[in-house]
C-alpha cells in the first residue's frame, strides 16, 4: 500500500513540474525605427517591419538572422 502511494506521489510531481512549460515568445525592435526581416532557425518570416513579434517558438537555443 506505501509504495502505491509513493508510486501516485512521484507521478503528480512529475506533472506539476511539467505544466509550468509554456511555448517561448521573442520580439526584435530596431532601435533607430528601421525596417527589419527576421529568419529564425531557416523559417524566414515575411512581415518586414520596426518591431517584429514571434510566437510559437520552444524554449532552448535558436539561429536567428536579422535582416
Known amino acids: 500500500m506505501k509504495k502505491i502511494f509513493l508510486i501516485a506521489f512521484i507521478l503528480v510531481l512529475n506533472l506539476q513540474s511539467f505544466a509550468g512549460w509554456k511555448k517561448a515568445m521573442l520580439r526584435i525592435k530596431h532601435e533607430?525605427?528601421?525596417?527589419?526581416?527576421?529568419?529564425?532557425?531557416?523559417?524566414k518570416f515575411d512581415k518586414i517591419a520596426r518591431s517584429i513579434t514571434v510566437g510559437d517558438l520552444t524554449?532552448?537555443?535558436?539561429?536567428?538572422k536579422i535582416f
Open 32 to 43: 533607430m525605427g528601421r525596417s527589419i526581416s527576421v529568419t529564425i532557425d531557416g523559417r
Open 59 to 64: 524554449p532552448g537555443f535558436h539561429r536567428i
